[in-house]
């Protein structure tokens, strides 16, 4: 198409599937959108594509200048590429023609210190900048994303009218806020697929133990994850689980989900929030456990090679013993309320996470707000983040999910049948990582006393590490190795 005879309101540079549909997206809205890549052939395509789709108000560019000088000041341009260099690469080429004021987007997944470092290198221009998460995938950037801005609050109220309309609509507003300074909209969209990680896992579990214990058929479980989608469980990622059991395979014979390979992919995010969570000392056990399926999934031949030694030694499948005398009913609502309670400790972990960091750096995050913005558009979208929005209403400073008086009334009530579906799985020698981390770590938060007390004697056993007392303050050494001799000789003088 060519250049626009007016200004446009916006600019987009990066026309990667995500970037054609976000600027389709945002001249859909009706706001006049410039549009960039380095690949000319991808600038005619989206050009095409606004055509087609509704004669809508976006126009190509071929050359950074062009395309920048095309833009309303003051100027705001999104970039969506590769996350890492291509960045750089790309703010480089534009900001060579741009006037400060002017406004950066990064909409990619990016590292969120990398974003930190950047609005500092812009500043020196003048220029502002923004992290923004964009969750939702394809179909979210094209029909409405979850969209996490964070950084310079001024660049955010520059564009603040076009990414309320842009971004999905639930019942109470757009899901986009200002999260806060520097790189926390970076920070919030990786606990985000962090939590997507646990879900995605907890999700795979009761379809292991359904399909394997209660001998489940994929018209089965179509039925019933559509049935749970009408629930408590009502989410993108249960309903989309529904529909891949229920697709035939055009190549083969049966279901295309039996034909798929055992091995998870990943781009880094998960493993990321795992190593936040460990930096700050935060728990965040079924996250890690989802990361660690995803590394033990990758070694296919290895679990092929160990099924077929163990086998020889004599290892036998309990599976199919157990699932003869199942109450199939009875199973499938267990596993219901397991999933449903293990989410509550994934997310639980996410949301501590969050404000271990908020802390750490002054953002100073509304939790309720993120709950909020979460439950349309993106991919861990669901019913119950509203119940959490409402949970950090009633009390902002809420330690955890877990305490929360109601979502502490719904552990109770699940916990007989959480324990039932782990205890079985467990008999049957199924692996349920996710599961058994959340019970672990519901089971650990609700002790007021733990063993920690042998641990910390053993360190200050082998290394000095003193201890405190539950009855009286200060920190105390015991000389544990002599105490323990002298009993030992009085009790052999004893004897």
Request: aromatic residues 8%.
């Amino acid at each position: 198409m060519e250049a626009s005879p007016a200004l446009s309101r916006i600019g987009l540079a990066g026309l990667a599937v995500m970037g054609q549909n976000l600027a389709l997206n945002v001249a859909e809205k009706g706001f006049p959108i410039s549009v960039y890549n380095r690949t000319t052939s991808k600038v005619d395509e989206t050009a095409q594509r606004a055509q087609d789709e509704g004669q809508l108000p976006l126009f190509g560019h071929y050359t950074p200048r062009e395309f920048v000088l095309s833009i309303k000041r003051p100027r705001s341009v999104v970039i969506l590429v590769k996350a890492g260099s291509p960045v750089d690469q790309t703010i480089a080429a534009l900001s060579d023609h741009m006037e400060p004021g002017d406004c950066i987007i990064d909409g990619g997944n990016e590292w969120y210190e990398n974003t930190e470092r950047r609005i500092q290198e812009v500043s020196n221009k003048g220029l502002l900048y923004l992290g923004m998460g964009v969750s939702g995938g394809e179909e979210g950037a094209r029909n409405g994303p979850s969209l996490m801005p964070g950084g310079s609050h001024q660049a955010y109220s520059n564009i603040q009218d076009i990414l309320e309309k842009v971004a999905a609509q639930v019942e109470d507003g757009p899901c986009v806020t200002y999260i806060g300074e520097g790189g926390s909209g970076n920070f919030v969209k990786m606990v985000h697929n962090g939590i997507e990680y646990g879900d995605m896992q907890l999700i795979s579990e009761a379809y292991d133990v359904l399909k394997h214990v209660g001998g489940l058929s994929n018209d089965e479980l179509a039925e019933i994850f559509a049935e749970w989608n009408r629930g408590e469980l009502e989410s993108f990622l249960i309903e989309i689980t529904s529909d891949i059991f229920s697709v035939k395979d055009d190549l083969s014979d049966g279901f295309l989900v039996d034909k798929i390979l055992d091995k998870t992919g990943m781009k880094g995010t998960g493993k990321w929030t795992v190593q936040q969570a460990a930096e700050l000392s935060v728990a965040a056990p079924t996250i890690a456990a989802s990361l660690d399926c995803r590394y033990l999934s990758g070694l296919k031949e290895e679990r092929e090679n160990a099924a077929g030694v163990l086998k020889e030694a004599g290892l036998k499948e309990e599976v199919g013993s157990l699932a003869k005398g199942i109450d199939k009913k009875r199973l499938i609502d267990d596993v219901r309320q397991a999933l449903y309670a293990s989410k509550i400790c994934s997310y639980a972990q996410g949301m501590n996470l969050l404000r271990a960091k908020s802390v750490e750096k002054g953002w100073n995050l509304n939790f309720g707000e993120l709950a909020r913005i979460w439950k349309g558009g993106c991919i861990i979208r669901a019913v119950f983040l509203d119940r959490i929005k409402k949970a950090y209403q009633r009390n902002p400073n809420l330690a955890s999910l877990v305490v929360d008086p109601e979502f502490a009334r719904e552990m109770v009530q699940r916990q007989a049948a959480w324990r039932r579906v782990v205890g079985l799985a467990i008999s049957a020698g199924i692996s349920t990582p996710g599961m058994c981390a959340s019970l672990a770590y519901f089971d650990t938060y609700r002790r007021a006393r733990l063993p920690a007390n042998l641990v910390q004697a053993q360190r200050d056993l082998f290394g000095a590490h003193t201890y405190e007392r539950i009855d009286r303050p200060g920190s105390f050494h015991t000389e544990w190795k002599k105490s323990a001799q002298k009993r030992n000789a009085s009790v052999g003088a004893l004897n």
